[in-house]
């Protein structure tokens, strides 16, 4: 738990300066996080005897970010298609193992934390972005939180035992109440509207599980705990990902679909 906290009290102000920071920086922050959680995947998925080409992902995944943060090239969505094109026929020559499931691999890790990573810039990149990104992180942090509590103490009725077991629809349910409430109050206090805080709140709560789940699916799957060792007292960059992965996709369209921004 120690070394969980310090862990905590390091990384958080560095994560709220570059989203206050935003620009450069924040791209390439993000850029490199979601390169990392690419490489996290690749080893769970050598992990299950599979072999998938790292460069695939990779390169995925800084195509795709670009193609939201210099849109104005208009050259990277023919990149992408040239990439998946190019990579299918590397594995002609590359034929270890199962080509053609490694190949898919490489390019489903590629495009789920590419795509992913373009709506953490694209939430950036919005009106009074900086608040807003931080409102949809806040919103998941505090129903995970909720979730967490109410279902270590009252958590009776498992969700999914195989994939989460310390996961209960006690815990959901209390997620989806602690997340909207306090999110709202975050909302005030950023000086955006209540409905907004309450709502990505209910996203966090929510869609967040189902990311979690989604990445603990893929954990079990080839016997792993945790996805890396990245973050000392919090395994690897996915496995603090997970739910984000989700929410910053539903929480963006839902900011952009439905608020007058």
Request: hydrophobic share 55%; glycine share 12%; net charge positive.
């Amino acid at each position: 738990m120690r070394t969980r906290l310090i862990s905590a009290v390091i990384l958080l102000p560095a994560v709220i300066g570059l989203i206050v920071l935003g620009g450069v920086p924040y791209f390439v922050a993000v850029v490199v996080v979601m390169s990392l959680a690419a490489f996290e995947f690749n080893r769970l998925m050598q992990r299950g005897g599979h072999r998938p080409p790292l460069w695939v992902a990779l390169v995925l995944v800084v195509a795709l970010m670009l193609d939201v943060a210099a849109p104005q090239l208009n050259e990277w969505r023919p990149a992408i298609s040239f990439i998946l094109i190019g990579s299918l026929t590397w594995q002609l020559w590359h034929r270890q193992g199962q080509p053609v499931s490694d190949w898919a691999l490489a390019v489903t890790s590629g495009l789920y934390l590419g795509v992913a990573g373009e709506h953490f810039v694209l939430l950036r990149l919005l009106p009074e972005g900086e608040r807003w990104l931080l409102l949809t992180l806040v919103g998941t942090w505090l129903a995970d939180s909720g979730a967490y509590f109410v279902g270590s103490r009252f958590g009776r009725h498992k969700m999914t035992p195989a994939l989460s077991p310390r996961k209960s629809w006690e815990g959901l349910a209390g997620g989806v109440i602690v997340g909207p409430v306090l999110n709202a109050g975050v909302a005030s206090l950023f000086g955006l509207p209540l409905s907004a805080g309450a709502m990505l709140g209910l996203i966090g709560a929510t869609v967040g599980t189902l990311g979690d789940l989604s990445i603990s699916m893929i954990k079990r799957q080839v016997g792993a705990k945790d996805s890396g060792q990245l973050i000392p007292g919090h395994g690897g960059a996915l496995d603090r990902l997970d739910s984000l992965l989700f929410t910053v996709i539903v929480g963006y369209y839902y900011l952009i679909w439905f608020m007058p921004l």
